[in-house]
């Protein structure tokens, strides 16, 4: 069992910024792959962005938030961070952050272990 708490979600209006929060304090994520997913109502969950542990690094991004969005990690808080700049209506959705255990990344769901409970952000036009 890896906890994880989201925070920093929030309602916000078109081209504005947020800063979302994955706490994982007590247990290390340094050696883990990190994942943000969003799901929108309605919609399926889908893959935002991903960064690989402390022995690689190496970031992926979805074409809708490439350019918009970027994830970094601070192991030594056992925090992960999505930095969400130029905000639309459409990323609109609760972010769910997630740890995959197994080496490697991915942009699937379903390869990764463990999830927090979400936070909304909300986009208004």
């Known amino acids: 069992q890896v906890p994880l708490v989201e925070s920093g979600g929030g309602l916000v209006q078109t081209g504005d910024s947020l800063r979302l929060s994955c706490d994982a304090s007590?247990?290390?994520?340094?050696?883990?792959?990190m994942g943000w997913f969003r799901q929108a109502p309605g919609s399926e969950r889908e893959f935002i962005a991903s960064?690989?542990?402390?022995?690689?690094?190496?970031?992926l991004y979805a074409d809708s938030v490439k350019d918009r969005f970027t994830v970094s990690r601070d192991n030594a808080k056992n925090t992960v961070y999505l930095q969400m700049n130029n905000l639309k209506p459409e990323d609109t959705a609760i972010y769910y952050c997630?740890?995959?255990?197994?080496?490697?990344?991915?942009?699937?769901?379903?390869?990764?272990?463990?999830w927090g409970s979400g936070t909304q952000v909300t986009v208004s036009s």
């Open positions: 007590g247990r290390t994520i340094k050696h883990y792959t």
């Open positions: 997630t740890v995959k255990v197994v080496p490697g990344t991915s942009r699937w769901a379903e390869d990764y272990n463990y």
């Open positions: 960064i690989t542990g402390w022995t690689g690094g190496s970031k």
